[in-house]
């Protein structure tokens, strides 16, 4: 799972899960989606990117911020980290 580590599930959904996760390089903890890609339809996987250019365009202290997004190929889900 690249840099991170999880710690806990926080909830789960019908195309996604949500886990506290650990950076392994300075041990700060964030939320991380997974999305099971073999699930969703083509509109569904272009909602995912459209998601996290949503995410990483703003700047609010009180929205969740955009960490990092990468693709798991173990799993085969796309992750974002906020």
Known sequence: ???Y???SKLGEGAFS???RVKRRSDGKEYA???MRISSLSEKEAGNCL???RILASIEDPFILS???SFFDELTNCFC???
């Open 1 to 3: 799972m690249n840099q």
């Open 5 to 7: 580590t999880m710690v």
């Open 17 to 19: 899960t949500v886990y």
């Open 32 to 34: 991380m989606k997974k």
């Open 50 to 52: 459209n998601e996290v």
């Open 66 to 68: 955009y960490k990092d």
């Open 80 to 82: 974002i980290v906020t």
